[in-house]
């Protein structure tokens, strides 16, 4: 199983990371070892100060496909989700300013955590929100997109052979922060509660 993920895929994300908005999907992947086994419980590792979260609309591939040709990219998606992409600001941060890959920033284990699935329809667009300590942190709806679903699909398989049970996280929008032992955060797709995770 591959985890891919789309970074600056909403305009009011890339500006508040000072990144300029792509002009094609960034992609990077994480690797199977990346997924948080128990999505309830996130243990922030030693090697960071500085642990965001970012909620992101989560895609869950339905059979394998190279070069996917727009038409039929939508019924490559098998089922949908939220979850959310840890990532090691401070660690990414200094990788970035040397031109370095970000992978142990990103890829790190249990950086991936999955909500459940929900069933995906193809013309409606996914509201979602991420509550910290119940407050609301970040919230998006994938109308937002910079590159749409269709897009991501066609440009990942352009590259690389999708799989069935592949993931892709399609990017977060603004509002990412640093999470801190005892926060509580819980994500919604729509009106369900996808995850419910404690922080470590
Ligand atoms: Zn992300």
Known sequence: MKIFCIGRNYVDHAKELKNPVPKSPLVFMKPPTALLKDPNVFYIPDFSEDVHYEIEVILKMSKNGKSIQPAF???YIDTVTVGIDF???DVQSKLKEKGHPWEIAKGFDGSALVGSWSEYEKEKAIDFRLEKNGKIVQK???TELIFNFTRLICHVSTYFTIQKGDLI??????GVGKVNTGDQLVGFIGADQAFN???K
């Open 73 to 75: 990219a939508l019924d």
């Open 87 to 89: 990532t090691a600001r």
């Open 140 to 142: 998006g709806n994938t």
């Open 169 to 174: 996280y399609t990017g977060t929008p603004a």
């Open 197 to 199: 995770c404690q922080i």
